[in-house]
Nanobody, 119 residues
Framework: QVQLVESGGGLVQAGGSLRLSCAAS????????MAWFRQTPGKEREFVAA????????YYADSVKGRFTISRDNVKNMVFLQMNSLKPEDTAVYYC????????????WGQGTQVTVSP
């Protein structure tokens, strides 16, 4: 059974940095897409960044391009989100998600980790 466990959230001042981690287990992910989403109260979950596990291609929301970097560690089965130049509007619960490349539906989710950016 696939499990995704996020960590690394916290409170940071605007302009600061945080690194989120997602530990993935339960299968091999070579044909999966791994992603980070975020959600604030009353809003839909929003795509942040994704990486194709096998080839390493990355994708970003316009709002985070140039500030966030997604990466994965194939040996440790982990996905990371390096967040720099954080803004108060980045405040949200961040979720790690996973889906097979061939399926256009996010099948697996972590429990989320809170990121709060103070002005």
């Amino acid at each position: 059974q696939v499990q995704l466990v996020e960590s690394g959230g916290g409170l940071v001042q605007a302009g600061g940095s945080l690194r989120l981690s997602c530990a993935a287990s339960g299968r091999t992910f070579s044909n999966y897409v791994m992603a980070w989403f975020r959600q604030t109260p009353g809003k839909e979950r929003e795509f942040v960044a994704a990486v194709k596990w096998g080839e390493g291609s990355t994708y970003y929301a316009d709002s985070v391009k140039g500030r966030f970097t997604i990466s994965r560690d194939n040996v440790k089965n982990m996905v990371f989100l390096q967040m720099n130049s954080l803004k108060p509007e980045d405040t949200a619960v961040y979720y790690c998600g996973a889906r097979p490349i061939a399926i256009n539906e996010w099948k697996y989710w972590g429990q989320g980790t809170q990121v709060t950016v103070s002005p």
